[in-house]
């Protein structure tokens, strides 16, 4: 067991024995909570946000809160579902690490919930086959594509350090994954910065190769934002949240094949894409909160964000994490 699993596995300990304190309630305590019970749970996913749509399938949200109507919002990336939780359209989201960065610099009102590690081949600088590119300083003056303020924008960036270059040495080219392919297909752009399962398909599909993948970067991460008024006014409930994240984690390690037939129901995409995504990702990967190492890979970020300018405000990332009540 690494380092990051066992943090994982203690922190989920730790929640559950909170969650089971806080169940040994005194008359007037229950009747408070009753009170103050919620009569809808707004979840904000993406097609690929795996342990939400395994969730989604298998209806566990709807087996944890019984007596709560669950709403499902699609979102195309991470920016879009910040977007809704600030706007309180979602009660809770799943992104990766970047788009939060830009949403917290830009001032939203965000809190992290929890955190599950990423693949250590989630992200990659894709090349047309043909391309005369061979290593990452070639990129200096080339068009790179990539989705603003998702995660590929934070692995640009460290991409960029590795080749001793800056922002002003390339063009990006703001594109959505699904632009991005059409434009690298037709050698519109240059490259690609892009995560799975686009790395993957693009693998299967021999439409494109792999210049640089995050294997060689420092660990990332994936997180479950919530509303701050949600986790306040409600943290019984967002306790229940990770319960049924880590349910959903559980039953995908136990069931690789059927996860994949899922993602690729919900994708779209080839079932052989969706094997191969599956089997990049770590197992098990349960959803913890937040330890200092992970808070200070954000803090990382910011300070990268901030010094490289692609950021207006520069925070403190510890101040925006949910601690659940002692």
Known sequence: MNKLAAYGIITIFS????????????????????????????????????????????????????????????????PQTLEALSVHSIDFGYTGDAPIVFALSAGKQLNYLGYEQSSRQAHAILLPNQSPIKILEDLKGKRVALTRGSSAHNFLAETL??????????????????????????????????????????????????????????????????????????????????????????????????????????????????????AKKPSPNPVALLTPEVIESQQKITDLFYAQKLIPHHFEAAQFIWKPAQ
């Open 161 to 278: 350090k590795q080749a001793h270059l800056s922002w002003a040495d390339i063009q990006p080219v703001w594109l959505t994954p699904s632009d991005a392919r059409a434009a690298l297909d037709k050698k519109a752009i240059d490259a690609w910065a892009v995560w799975d399962p686009y790395i993957s398909a693009a693998e299967i599909d021999g439409n494109a190769k792999i210049l640089f993948e995050s294997t060689d970067l420092p660990t990332t991460y994936s997180y479950y934002l919530a509303q701050p008024d949600f986790v306040k006014s409600h943290p019984l409930d967002a306790q229940k949240v990770l319960t049924v994240l880590n349910q959903s984690d559980q039953w995908i390690s136990a069931h690789p094949s059927e996860s994949a037939q899922i993602l690729a129901k919900s994708t779209g995409l080839d079932i052989k894409v969706t094997q191969k995504v599956i």
């Open 15 to 78: 929640t559950g024995l909170l969650l089971s304190g806080c169940s040994k309630q005194t008359p007037n305590d229950k009747k408070n909570i009753d009170q103050n019970q919620i009569s809808t749970l707004n979840i904000g996913y993406q097609k690929a946000a795996l342990k939400l749509i395994v969730a989604k399938q298998n209806r566990w949200f709807e087996k944890e809160f019984p007596h709560v109507k669950i709403e499902w919002k699609e979102f195309p990336a991470g």
